[in-house]
């Protein structure tokens, strides 16, 4: 089992719906929870980071964290051409290492 | 301000060439990462640096070497390397060691001939 699993896509969404992207992971003692949005041939970009559980909101963007179950996910709203991305999403383990998902490639149609 | 800056942007090297990559942030961060990531993959730890101090080296091989002079400036310096080494290198700060938000650098894209 991988530290870090996201579903590869690509997620397909049509414009102004919810993008709803799904990451789990395996080690229950991680704290620090990150989502990062890289367009392609660029770096990753920081866009969301949650370390309770619940809902953290940030303009269209919802980040949704449950350690019981392992899962966090980011909810895209208004989804736009502009977000067509691939979505990183990263743990972090002990000390103070990232551990990324192999991302989620979400595309947004006009 | 979260920005972090890179230079060279490209980099086309032989396999017998010297060259360094650097990084500089202005952030007042403690702690800064040297990433490799190749195409489609998600980013790969190879170092972390702690208060100028090498805290995390992942196995990386000898022919890439870190180096932190200072607390803004991270650089890694590359020699005799080999043609799957082509990667965009990424380096990134956090504010401290530990669970702290990392912010990316723009890259360097390295092509190794």
């Known amino acids: 089992q991988k530290e870090v699993e996201q579903n590869s896509g690509p997620l397909s969404v049509p414009e102004g719906a919810i993008a709803s992207l799904n990451c789990t992971y395996s080690d229950r003692v991680s704290q620090s929870f990150f989502w990062y949005r890289q367009y392609s041939g660029k770096s990753p970009e920081l866009i969301m980071s949650i370390y309770s559980n619940g809902d953290k909101e940030d303009g269209r963007f919802t980040a949704q964290l449950n350690k019981a179950s392992q899962y966090v996910s980011l909810l895209i709203r208004d989804s736009q051409p502009s977000d067509s991305a691939t979505y990183l999403c990263?743990?972090?383990?002990?000390?103070?290492?990232?551990?990324f998902g192999g991302g989620t490639r979400l595309m947004v149609k006009p | 301000d979260t920005e972090v800056t890179q230079t060279p942007k490209h980099l086309v090297m032989g396999m017998t060439n010297k060259k360094s990559l650097k990084c500089e942030q202005h952030?007042?961060?403690?702690?800064m990462y040297w990433y490799k990531q190749k195409a489609k993959k998600p980013p790969e730890l190879m170092f972390v640096y702690s208060y100028e101090k090498l805290s995390i080296n992942e196995s990386v091989p000898s022919r890439f070497s870190p180096e932190c002079p200072n607390s803004s400036l991270l650089n890694l310096h590359l020699h005799a390397l080999q043609p799957e080494d082509s990667a965009l290198y990424l380096c990134?700060?956090?504010?401290?060691?530990?669970?702290?938000?990392?912010?990316f650098g723009p890259g360097t894209r390295l092509t190794v001939t």
């Open positions: 952030m007042g961060h403690r702690a």
């Open positions: 990263a743990v972090n383990r002990a000390g103070n290492m990232l551990t």
């Open positions: 990134a700060s956090s504010q401290l060691p530990g669970e702290q938000e990392q912010y």
